[in-house]
């Protein structure tokens, strides 16, 4: 059984009188470690996915599991705790808290976990010298450039080790050289911590170095193809900007 | 331990996060603040200085009669003064002066004019700790003094309606205690401005030795006025006299029951107070619900982003709750301060209407000098409500806050 289970799911939603079939059954199972991408045009149903996986959204049909629990039979108590202690999230824009330092962003998770102050700091600050911006601790994101903003939320996502990252298109803000490093950074901890990452995408940068690349189209699965890990190296950004 | 401190790191920031908005919503509950204490000390203050105006004149915190007196008034109900009740009330601390008085109405007649009179029978000695009338006679003149016995002060009104002066004898004719005619040649030694219509119409001041053998009181007097040095102490020493006395022949009755229109008057300022309180405390907190309002909506994403990373809908809660808390703690604190000055300000120098004194005489309204007066207890309830209102307001737009739908949330822009 995987990490995650995705069994016939549907989502519609309702505009303006009319539904639209945002996923019309999808079958998934996706593996502890696995370093997966949700691709497909827009409006095929991408985001929708990785918010229902995260427990975001309710699906209109079906059922997904996280390690056997069924994300439709939680209170949206429980949900919290769930994506608190689980899941870890990477928005397109970066989604920080302006008022908290970079530092503090990362604490916050930690925070609500009631982890005592000494250990936070130590671990944020860790995680912070992991991404590259131990210098940068102690500036708000409106201080920060986009991809040093998009570091601090990896760092926000990873602090706590939960089992998956869902990345809703990490890369979209950022110009090949920023995302590229940031790919390289989100690798390297797949590898080194085992963590789940599953990225939904229109960059085909991010395609190129999933493990597993599962392809939407109309809220269908079109094709889930996985390659090898031997594929995956970490890269320099140099290289990958000769590789775009 | 956690969510508080999460609570208040993030509320404090996000105060001064729009520092234009937290400034001017500081501003209004400012001046709402200041406003509702500086009018509330008005009231106080004016309320306590009509009280004391009106004791102070003539009638005293407290009288003791025989029982029946205040409701027929009429000489014979008289009491014989308890030797003992007075030297205890003298050695109380709580009590500052304490005279006897005989009442009795009359006719008094100069030349061809007669006009009705109230005379009071007064110690002139002991009559002025108890009222100030002996401090409101026209140059010309002079208040009784002890030796007097034929001497009289009158109203300035009365003097003038009978055309009497300084040195004029006037001639008095009313009922004594026994049912026989009291008749006397009285000699105006002053005449008294006191600013209030009745008394200045109708009030005649003797000796009270004087009144005791016109009158044919042998000893008897109809009132025991008592001026205390606080009126918060009324009702204590009131108790006090009762507890010392029979209640089935005496009454003892405390300035409010003496004056029931001006606790009536009183009571009618309190409400219209009120109602300007209550529009001055809307003010304030449709204020704060405003600013909190606007700065949850500007944050809606911020909120999506929060809920979605584990923060629970109570968190949320308590974090817009403690923002609101932050704003409306720092402007009472500012309100509280600026009241309260201004207050001290009007205590120090009371608003003076002495130069409208005749004119607001003809309404009945004898209080020249209004100061403020800002109690501990306006200060606190003011303070205290302002909060309770800007804690309630904001929790509608808390709950808004804590159920919003992440993934809608997160979209807005």
């Known amino acids: 059984m995987g990490l995650i289970t995705v069994r016939g799911l549907v989502k519609n939603y309702e505009s303006n009188g009319i539904t639209v079939r945002a996923i019309r059954g999808i079958d998934l199972a996706i593996g502890r470690g696995e370093f997966s991408a949700i691709a497909g045009p827009s409006g095929s149903g991408k985001t929708t996915l990785l918010n229902i996986i995260g427990g975001l959204d309710r699906p209109t049909e079906g059922r997904v599991s996280v390690s056997g629990t069924d994300l439709g039979t939680l209170s949206p108590r429980e949900l919290s705790e769930l994506r608190l202690r689980r899941i870890g999230f990477i928005f397109q824009a970066y989604n920080l808290i302006p008022v908290l330092t970079a530092l503090e962003n990362v604490e916050y998770v930690l925070l609500l976990q009631g982890v005592d102050r000494e250990e936070r700091t130590r671990r944020s600050m860790a995680i912070l010298r992991e991404v590259g911006l131990e210098a940068e601790a102690h500036r708000v994101p409106g201080k920060l450039s986009g991809g040093q903003q998009q570091r601090v939320a990896v760092g926000r996502a990873i602090v706590s080790e939960p089992d998956i990252i869902l990345a809703d298109e990490p890369t979209a803000n950022l110009d090949q050289k920023t995302g590229a490093a940031l790919l390289d950074l989100m690798h390297e901890l797949n590898h080194r911590r085992k963590t789940t990452f599953i990225f939904s995408t229109h960059d085909s940068m991010v395609m190129e170095r999933a493990e597993r690349l599962i392809y939407l189209v109309d809220g269908s699965v079109d094709s889930d193809r996985t390659r090898g890990a031997a594929h995956f190296t970490r890269k320099k950004p140099a290289a990958a900007k000769k590789r775009k | ?413």
């Open chain 2, 1 to 413: 331990m956690a969510n508080a401190r999460i609570a208040i790191r993030l509320a404090w920031r996000n105060v001064w996060r729009n520092t234009r908005r937290t400034v001017l919503t500081l501003l209004t509950i400012l001046v709402g603040s200041a406003m509702i204490i500086l009018m509330n000390a008005f009231a106080k203050g004016g309320h306590d200085q009509m009280i004391e105006d009106a004791v102070a004149s003539n009638t005293g915190h407290i009288q003791v009669h025989e029982k029946g007196y205040w409701e027929n008034r009429t000489i014979d109900y008289a009491l014989k003064p308890d030797g003992a009740l007075l030297d205890s009330l003298g050695k109380d601390a709580r009590v500052r002066g304490a005279s006897m008085r005989i009442h009795a109405d009359g006719l008094l007649s100069f030349g061809n004019t007669t006009a009705g009179a109230m005379i009071q029978g007064v110690d002139p000695e002991a009559e002025k700790s108890v009222s100030t009338l002996h401090s409101s006679v026209l140059p010309g003149g002079r208040y009784l003094s002890p030796d007097d016995r034929k001497s009289i002060v009158m109203g300035e009104t009365l003097a003038k309606n009978l055309g009497a002066r300084t040195g004029s004898v006037v001639a008095l004719i009313s009922q004594g205690f026994d049912g026989s005619i009291a008749a006397e040649k009285l000699t105006v030694a002053g005449i008294f401005r006191s600013g209030n219509p009745e008394y200045d119409m109708a009030l005649v001041l003797m000796p009270l030795a004087q009144a005791d053998e016109t009158f044919t009181m042998v000893g008897y007097v109809h009132s025991i006025t008592l001026r205390l040095a606080s009126p918060s102490d009324t009702a204590a020493v009131k108790a006090l006299i009762a507890q010392k006395t029979d209640p089935r022949g005496i009454e003892v009755m405390g300035w409010d029951e003496l004056m029931p229109e001006l606790v009536q008057f009183i009571v009618m300022d309190d409400v219209s107070c009120y109602i300007f309180d209550f529009i001055l405390f809307m003010v304030v907190a449709f204020g704060i619900l405003n600013t909190i309002q606007m700065s949850v909506f500007e944050r809606t994403r911020e909120f999506g982003v929060m809920l979605s990373i584990g923060t629970t809908p109570g968190q949320v809660v308590a974090m817009v709750l403690v923002e609101s808390f932050f704003i409306a703690l720092l402007g009472i604190a500012l309100g509280c301060a600026a009241g309260w000055g201004l207050s001290y300000y009007f205590q120090v120098n009371p608003i003076d209407y002495s130069d409208y004194a005749k004119e607001m005489a003809v309404w009945g309204v004898t209080t020249v000098t209004y100061p403020a007066d800002a109690t501990a207890l306006n200060l606190s309830m003011t303070a205290l409500i302002t909060l309770a209102l800007a804690m309630m307001f904001s929790v509608f737009p808390a709950r808004r806050a804590s159920r919003l739908e992440p993934v809608q949330a997160i979209r807005q822009l």
